[in-house]
């Protein structure tokens, strides 16, 4: 089978949304993992319903997939990354993390996307781990309740030091219809698994999947070929098990390249199926 490839707009955070698309579209790529932004058809702007239409029409002109990503760093609030999270102490915060979370969901419909993919947050100090789970749970199930009305897939991604960091930690959460979104680099980080095995190990519960290349034990995001990754092994593991959906290329830090980085990416991965 041939895998489907798309590349993350939050390494292309300094170009327009609208040029971001046109550039992964002419690079190759089968779809847009779109990293929901303030500059990135923000969700929380008056217009945004509209502003998803043209984007969907665009999309689809250029027959590109979608994955909604909801990882932007001071979207709900400019002084605190992250925040508020669903383990924020306030239930006011919490609230507001779903209902940014619901909104992607509702975007997510319009744009016809695979999946939506979203974390649990760093506990604050003093909040026990018992009670931010409770936190937790509570959060996704109702993310979760909007998701199926919606008929999008909700899909959790484990993330080095936050509560919910490996996959084992995923696999406790055991919340039906929770989908994973897994990040091959994350595993590498955490030394949990081989990313290639936990490919196959977790094959039917994958939402969405993310590659990049990773240095052992160190959380840096970094282009194919310059970290540990054994990412022709991961490729491999991935046409084993039939993956359909897109594999979403991350290099968030690589903004100020895109331009390079987002053609450069495609032609590395693809180099790794014709070697």
């Not at 239930?91 to 695979?114: K, Y």
């Not at 977790?202 to 990049?212: C, D, M, N, R």
Request: glycine residues 8%.
């Amino acid at each position: 089978m041939t895998l489907r490839f798309a590349y993350n707009t939050n390494g292309a955070a300094n170009h327009r949304l609208a040029d971001a698309v046109a550039l992964i579209a002419d690079a190759g790529y089968d779809g847009v993992a779109l990293t929901l932004d303030h500059h990135h058809l923000d969700p929380m702007e008056e217009g945004w319903e509209r502003r998803a239409e043209a984007l969907a029409r665009d999309l689809s002109t250029r027959k590109l997939g979608c994955v909604i990503e909801t990882g932007a760093r001071y979207l709900l609030d400019p002084r605190a990354k992250h925040e508020p999270t669903l383990l924020t102490p306030t239930a006011e915060g919490r609230d507001r993390r779903v209902a940014f979370l619901n909104r992607a969901i509702d975007i997510g419909a319009i744009l016809g996307a695979e999946a939506v993919s979203f974390w649990a947050g760093v506990p604050r100090a003093g909040v026990e781990r018992g009670q931010a789970l409770e936190w937790l749970r509570g959060g996704v199930s109702r993310v979760l309740e909007h998701a199926a009305t919606r008929n999008v897939t909700a899909a959790f991604e484990p993330e080095p030091g936050m509560l919910v960091e490996t996959v084992d930690d995923w696999s406790a959460l055991d919340l039906p219809g929770l989908r994973l979104a897994l990040d091959l680099g994350h595993l590498l980080v955490t030394g949990e698994r081989d990313p290639a095995r936990a490919v196959q190990e977790f094959a039917p519960h994958l939402g969405t999947v993310a590659i990049e290349d990773m240095a052992r034990g160190t959380h840096i995001h970094l282009p194919f070929g310059e970290g540990d990754m054994d990412i022709p092994a991961c490729l491999d593991a991935l046409e084993a098990i039939g993956f359909e959906r897109l594999v979403c290329v991350e290099l968030s830090r690589e903004s100020h390249r895109a331009d390079s980085m987002i053609p450069q990416s495609l032609a590395w991965l693809r180099a790794c199926r014709s070697a």
